[in-house]
């Protein structure tokens, strides 16, 4: 559903372009003061200042106003690495985790990807719907409009379809309250039916279940780990995909330095992501190659890893992107303010940095840059109004909610005024 809707009285704070910024492009933030934002048909057609609005064009349509009351608009955020599809929930295992077992001790013992798998495989899909549209109401509240979402809690053709469906369900919903990327991850864990013979369950991936998802999933996405897919299996895994139309997206580096960040730059892949590990030769080569950097934050919090080196991709010269990893594991939160907190506190970005890894360059990491991540002209009218009419309260307001209501295409989605 589109409308037509002017946005008033309104501050304006927005990366710029269609594709990427990279470097220190990614502090260039274009600010606009006593601005308007005219929609139609849930396209921008003007961004800026009031004054210069063409008086046709406020005259062309019949509209719904918003007066945002001086507040700050930025572009709606992008969660450009998220979980989303999955039955079950693994409390039990953030206390272990808590108690200092390690994520790759907890696979060990039967839990962690293989315990949402199997939850996941005995879900209905109605189960798996209601659960979807309770998290997506939550990220829309805190001014997601688009999101990724990956299957890979199948592991079987059956339940990765199931997962995909599911996405795309959400996605064509005339109601839909944001923009839903599908990428296939088989090869998120090796299932226990194909325990100890993981070149045959990659071997099953590339003859059975490519195919059979193709149009499914816009992207092939691979958990390239040590004692999960190596080099060769993730390479193999990825140039089958790629032949068959599949864009190439690599958990990566996450656990080891395995050279993820690597092989992401050789194949030309569209983002990298997780990257705590990954070596300067990585950062160089993917900085080089255009690969989008996607940092997750909220889940090396969870697991008490060490941060990934955004400042060092920065320097470099790369493309970062942020995302939550929203996942009933190692990271079950989707929170973006947290996110947010974590990247200016934690991770030494600046909020203009920040704000460009959350819209723009997350759109990148998607593929959707020329249609989303930026207030401007021609993109889609995917718009949060924050609380407040300074960019600095976003980290300020510590892990806290400032977005006061969430537009997609024009429409308004969530609505947080506060009712006393």
Not at 18 to 40: N, P, R, Y
Not at 74 to 88: A, R
Not at 191 to 219: C, N, Q, W
């Amino acid at each position: 559903m589109k409308e037509n809707r002017i946005i008033k009285n309104v501050k304006i704070a927005t990366p710029l372009g269609h594709t990427a910024l990279k470097g220190e492009a990614m502090g260039k933030i274009h600010l606009v003061d006593d601005a308007i934002i005219v929609i139609v048909d849930g396209v921008i057609e003007y961004a800026g200042p009031e004054k210069d609005c063409p008086a046709e064009l406020l005259a062309l349509h019949a509209y719904e106003y918003t007066d945002a009351g001086g507040r700050l608009a930025v572009p709606g955020f992008v969660d450009s690495h998220t979980h989303l599809i999955f039955g079950g929930f693994r409390p039990d295992e953030f206390s272990w985790r808590l108690k200092g077992d390690s994520y790759m001790s907890i696979m060990e013992r039967g839990g962690g990807i293989q315990s949402t798998v199997n939850a996941t495989r005995s879900a209905s899909p109605e189960e798996i719907s209601e659960k979807t549209a309770w998290l997506v109401g939550r990220m829309v509240e805190m001014g997601v409009t688009t999101v990724e979402a990956k299957s890979g809690y199948g592991l079987d053709l059956p339940t990765e379809k199931m997962q995909l469906e599911a996405i795309r369900d959400l996605q064509e919903r005339p109601d839909s309250p944001l923009n839903v990327v599908p990428t296939f991850l088989g090869a998120h864990a090796v299932p226990t039916e194909f325990k100890g013979r993981t070149a045959e369950y990659v071997d099953h991936i590339i003859s059975d279940m490519l195919p059979a998802l193709k149009g499914l999933a816009k992207f092939c996405d691979v958990f390239c780990e040590k004692n999960v897919f190596e080099l060769e299996d993730s390479r193999r895994l990825l140039l089958a995909a790629r032949e068959m139309g599949y864009e190439l997206k690599l958990h990566a580096d996450e656990i080891v330095t395995l050279g993820g960040g690597e092989l992401a730059a050789e194949l030309n892949a569209v983002s990298a992501d997780h990257l705590l590990h990954v070596s300067d030769e990585g950062i160089r080569r993917m900085a080089e190659e255009g690969v989008v950097a996607t940092l997750l934050p909220l889940t090396a919090f969870a697991l008490k890893e060490p941060f990934a080196p955004a400042r060092k991709f920065i320097e470099a010269g790369a493309a970062v992107a942020l995302a939550t990893d929203l996942n009933p594991g190692s990271c079950f939160s989707g929170s973006i303010p947290l996110t947010i907190a974590l990247a200016c506190i934690h991770m030494n970005m600046s909020i203009e940095e920040t704000l460009t890894a959350l819209t723009l360059n997350g759109a990148a990491a998607v593929g959707m840059a020329d249609k989303v991540g930026s207030i401007e002209k021609g993109k889609q009218a995917d718009i949060a109004i924050l609380e407040f009419d300074n960019l600095n309260y976003l980290p300020y307001y510590v892990g806290m909610n400032c977005v006061r209501t969430t537009i997609h295409n024009g429409r308004i989605v969530a609505d947080n005024q506060p009712k006393i």
